[in-house]
C-alpha cells in the first residue's frame, strides 16, 4: 500500500516537474467523406482553435458540443476560433456521426480519429476532452464537461486570441 | 514491489533529464507521456457477503512514455499490476513491467515500426489491434510493419507479428497487408467521394497432434474487400470478408472433425442533410470470431482477438439501460440440439431530427430527438452430429436474440433549465446471448434535468426505471450531481433492484465520489457498490463480479 502511494507520489511529482506536450502529434486521421488530412494540415494554421475530443455514445460529450453550438456563432464573431471536433468513435458507433451532427445542426469540422491513434498520442484517457491551440501550439487542455465550464473555455480563448 | 518504486524513480528522474536538456539545447527531442492509475479498495459488505478473494488492496497502473527526435520516435508502456489486478483482469497481468516498446521512423510517404503497434483494416472487421484499459483490452501486435504511400490516392500497410498476451505475446503468427485506394480523384468526382479497401489477413499456428490431417492448415487466411461511397447527403458502404476453413473451437476445446468457414457481410447507407438524419447498418456474421490463438475462442478476457466484432446497437450511457447489453454472436457452437448458434444477422436504423428554433415544438431553442431501432437473430442453419457438418442459409433468419427501441429528447426551457428524456424497450434473449435462462422483456425510462445556478455551478437530476417481468424484475435509480466549478464535482447515485423476488438480493447499489480536473490532470474518487454482470465499451464487455470498496482513479498527461 504504501509504495504504489510513493508511486503515485513520485509520477505526480513529475508531472508537476515535466513541461506539459506543446505539440500536437502528426497523426493521420480522417474526414467524413474517408480521405486523409494529416494534423500537421491543422496546426500550420494560424490562430486559435479548440480540438475537442468527443464519441456519438459519450452523453457530457454532446452536452458540451450542443452548449457550445448556441453561442458558436458568437464566438467566432469575437474571436475568429474555430472548433475541430475529434470524434473517436470506432466502427460500432462511426456510422452514427454524419447524421447526428447534421439532426443536431452543428457547424464544427468533424474529423475522425477511429483507432484512438490521435488520442493515445495525446495521453487522452477520458472523454470529453478539450485542447486549446494557438498557433499550432497547446495553451491549455481541460477533461470533463459540466454545464458552465464553455464560460471557462471561452475565457482562454478571448485570452489566446489578442 | 521495490523493483517497481525504483523503476518509477529511474523514470521520472529521465523525464526530468530529458526536459532539462531540452531547455538547453531544443534538438534533443521532446518526451511526452501520460500516467493512470486505478487503485481499489475491496471490503466486506453485510448485503454482499465477504470479498473472498486475495488481496483487498488493488491497483492497475499505466505509464506512457513517448519520445520523438525529428523523424524518430520510440515509447515504452510500463504497467504495474500491483499487488494484484482489480477483480476480473486478467491472471496474466499479474506482473509489474515494460509491455509495450516501440521504435518508429516516419516520413511523409513512408513509416517503419518496430515493436508493439496498433493497427486497423478498414472497420476492423478482419484487424483490429487496440488498447480499452477499463476493459483489460491490450491486443496491440509486436512485429513490424511498413506503411508506405505512394501517391495521395494510395495507402499500403504490410505486417508481420504476435499479438500482445499478457505480458508475452501469443503463439500464433499474424501477416497482415492492406490497402486504401481513393478513387475520387481517378473518376473525376466533384461532389463526392469514392474509396476501395483490400486486405489480407493471415494467423499461422502450429495444430496439436490430434487434431493434424482433419481438414485446415496451420495459415488460416482471410480476405476483405470494401467499397465507400460519400455524396452531399447520401452515403454508402458494404464491405465483405470471406475466411478460410478452421477448426471449431467452443469454449477454448476443439470440437472434433469440425471445420468450416466463416465470412461477413456488412452494408451502410444513410442520408442526411441540416436538421435531419439518417442511417441504417445490415451485417451478416458466419463463424467469425478470429483469434491469434485458437483454443483462445470463447476466453472471457477478451484476450488474442485479431478482428472487432462489436454488438451493433446503440451504446447507451445510463445505469439502467446497460443491464442487458447485446453482444454480438460471431461465433459457430453447437453444445446440444437446443442451442445451435451459427453466426447473426440483424440491423440498426438511426435518425436524428432537430424541431427548429421559434416552431411549435421546437420553443425558443429547438429540441432535439434521436431515435433507434435495432434487431439481432441468429443465422438459421442446422447441425448434422454424425457427419460433423453444418447447412446455413445465407439470409435466414433463425431464432431472435436482441431486439431494442429507444428515443431521445433534448430540450433546452431557457437559459437556466434543459432537460433530456430516454426511453428503451428491450428484448434480451438470455439463453442465447449470456447462456443464462428466459427471455427479458423490459422497459427503462430516464429523465435528466439540468438546472444552472450560475454561469459556473450547476446541478443535474436524473431519475431511472426499468420495468420488467422477468429475471431480476423492477429497478429504480436516481443520481444527483452537483457541479460546484469546471473543475470540481461531486455526485451521490444509487440503483435499486428493489423488485427482486428474493429479499435479500433486493439491494441498493449506492456510489458516492467527486472529481478534480485541471489541465490534463484529472483525480476521482468514489465508494459504493459496483453491480456485478456486464461492462461495456464499445460493443465490447467484460464481466465484473459485484463488489463493495473504495476507487481512487488518476489520469494526466506531460
Redesign the interface.
Known amino acids: 500500500m504504501k509504495s504504489i502511494m510513493s508511486i503515485v507520489a513520485v509520477f505526480l511529482f513529475c508531472t508537476i516537474q515535466a513541461n506539459a506536450q506543446k505539440e500536437i502529434p502528426n497523426i493521420t486521421v480522417k474526414k467524413l467523406n474517408g480521405t486523409s488530412v494529416t494534423m500537421d494540415e491543422i496546426t500550420s494554421e494560424k490562430g486559435v482553435k479548440i480540438i475537442s475530443f468527443w464519441a456519438t455514445w459519450c452523453v457530457p460529450c454532446i452536452n458540451e458540443l450542443d452548449a457550445i453550438n448556441e453561442v458558436y456563432e458568437d464566438w467566432i464573431d469575437e474571436t475568429d476560433v474555430e472548433l475541430i471536433a475529434i470524434a473517436t468513435d470506432d466502427a460500432r458507433t462511426k456510422k452514427r456521426i454524419k447524421p447526428l451532427i447534421n439532426g443536431k445542426g452543428w457547424e464544427y469540422k468533424i474529423l475522425l480519429d477511429e483507432n484512438q491513434d490521435l488520442q493515445r498520442a495525446l495521453n487522452i484517457t477520458v472523454i470529453p476532452h478539450v485542447v486549446v491551440i494557438k498557433d499550432g501550439k497547446i495553451v491549455w487542455r481541460h477533461t470533463g464537461y459540466q454545464p458552465g465550464a464553455e464560460n471557462q473555455l471561452y475565457d482562454v480563448v478571448k485570452k489566446n486570441a489578442n | 514491489?521495490?523493483k517497481?518504486?525504483y523503476l518509477?524513480?529511474a523514470?521520472?528522474f529521465s523525464?526530468?533529464i530529458a526536459?532539462e536538456d531540452?531547455?538547453k539545447k531544443k534538438d534533443w527531442g521532446?518526451?511526452?507521456?501520460?500516467?493512470?492509475?486505478n487503485?481499489q479498495w475491496y471490503n466486506d459488505d453485510t448485503s454482499l457477503g465477504k470479498f473472498a478473494e486475495d488481496e483487498h488492496?488493488r491497483?492497475n497502473?499505466y505509464?506512457?512514455l513517448?519520445y520523438?527526435y525529428g523523424n524518430w520516435f520510440a515509447g515504452i508502456q510500463v504497467e504495474?499490476y500491483?499487488p494484484m489486478p482489480l477483480l476480473n483482469y486478467s491472471p496474466k497481468l499479474d506482473d509489474t513491467g515494460i509491455a509495450t516498446f516501440y521504435a518508429m521512423y516516419k516520413t511523409r510517404k513512408i513509416e517503419v515500426t518496430a515493436g508493439y503497434f496498433?493497427?486497423?483494416f478498414g472497420?476492423?472487421?478482419i484487424l483490429?489491434g487496440?488498447?480499452n484499459?477499463p476493459l483489460g483490452i491490450n491486443n496491440s501486435f509486436r512485429g513490424a510493419r511498413v506503411k508506405y504511400q505512394p501517391s495521395d490516392a494510395i495507402?499500403l500497410t504490410g505486417m508481420y507479428a504476435r499479438q500482445r498476451d499478457g505480458f508475452e505475446v501469443s503463439e500464433g503468427e499474424i501477416f497482415g497487408f492492406n490497402s486504401e485506394i481513393?478513387l475520387?480523384n481517378a473518376l473525376n468526382l466533384e461532389t463526392?467521394?469514392l474509396?476501395a479497401g483490400f486486405s489480407y489477413v493471415g494467423r499461422k499456428e502450429d495444430i496439436p497432434e490430434q487434431f493434424q490431417n482433419t481438414g485446415f492448415d496451420e495459415l488460416t487466411n482471410a480476405f476483405s474487400a470494401r467499397l465507400?461511397y460519400?455524396g452531399e447527403t447520401f452515403?454508402s458502404g458494404i464491405e465483405y470478408i470471406t475466411k478460410g476453413k478452421d477448426a471449431i473451437v467452443n469454449s477454448q476445446r476443439f470440437i472434433e472433425n469440425f471445420v468450416e468457414k466463416g465470412s461477413a457481410l456488412l452494408v451502410?447507407f444513410?442520408?442526411?442533410?441540416?436538421?435531419?438524419?439518417?442511417?441504417a447498418?445490415v451485417r451478416r456474421l458466419e463463424n467469425m470470431n478470429f483469434f491469434s490463438e485458437r483454443e483462445a475462442a470463447g476466453n472471457v478476457f477478451n484476450e488474442n482477438i485479431v478482428n472487432?466484432l462489436?454488438?451493433?446497437t446503440?451504446?447507451?450511457?445510463y445505469a439502467l439501460t446497460n443491464i442487458y447489453v447485446y453482444q454480438a454472436q460471431a461465433a459457430i457452437s453447437v453444445p446440444d440440439p437446443s442451442l445451435f448458434k451459427f453466426g447473426e444477422i440483424g440491423g440498426q436504423i438511426?435518425?436524428?431530427?432537430?424541431f427548429k428554433k421559434g416552431t411549435a415544438l421546437g420553443g425558443k431553442?429547438?429540441t432535439?430527438?434521436?431515435l433507434n431501432a435495432a434487431y439481432w437473430a441468429g443465422l438459421k442453419g442446422d447441425f448434422d452430429f454424425t457427419e460433423r457438418d453444418s447447412e446455413i442459409d445465407f439470409f435466414g433468419f433463425g431464432r431472435k436474440y436482441f431486439s431494442e427501441f429507444s428515443m431521445e429528447i433534448?430540450k433546452?426551457w431557457d437559459k437556466k433549465w434543459?432537460s433530456?428524456f430516454y426511453f428503451v424497450n428491450q428484448y434480451y434473449n438470455q439463453r442465447f446471448i449470456n447462456d443464462e435462462r428466459g427471455v427479458v422483456n423490459s422497459n427503462v425510462a430516464v429523465g435528466e434535468v439540468?438546472y444552472?445556478l450560475?454561469?459556473?455551478?450547476?446541478v443535474?437530476i436524473e431519475l431511472q426505471h426499468l420495468w420488467t417481468p422477468d429475471d431480476d424484475k423492477n429497478w429504480a435509480g436516481g443520481t444527483v450531481e452537483f457541479?460546484v466549478t469546471?473543475r470540481l464535482?461531486f455526485y451521490i447515485t444509487d440503483i435499486y433492484n428493489y423488485g427482486n423476488d428474493i429479499e435479500d438480493e433486493q439491494i441498493h447499489y449506492y456510489n458516492v465520489g467527486g472529481?478534480f480536473?485541471r489541465?490534463?490532470?484529472?483525480f476521482a474518487l468514489n465508494y459504493g457498490r459496483q453491480r456485478g454482470g456486464l461492462v461495456c465499451v464499445?460493443?465490447v464487455c467484460r464481466f465484473v463480479p459485484q463488489s463493495t470498496g473504495l476507487t481512487v482513479n488518476?489520469?494526466?498527461?506531460?
Open positions: 514491489m521495490k517497481l518504486l518509477s524513480f523514470l521520472a523525464v526530468g526536459q531540452e531547455e521532446t518526451v511526452t507521456g501520460g500516467f493512470e492509475s487503485i488492496f491497483s497502473n505509464l506512457k513517448d520523438n504495474s500491483a496498433y493497427e486497423q472497420s476492423g472487421l483490429r487496440w488498447e484499459r495507402a481513393d475520387t463526392s467521394s474509396s465507400d460519400s452515403y451502410n444513410g442520408y442526411s442533410q441540416k436538421g435531419f438524419g439518417i442511417d447498418t472487432y462489436p454488438g451493433l446503440k451504446q447507451h450511457d438511426d435518425m436524428f431530427y432537430n431553442y429547438g432535439k430527438i434521436a433534448r433546452k434543459q433530456i439540468i444552472k450560475s454561469s459556473r455551478q450547476s443535474r457541479n469546471p464535482s472529481s480536473a489541465g490534463a490532470t484529472r464499445g460493443g488518476i489520469t494526466t498527461a506531460f
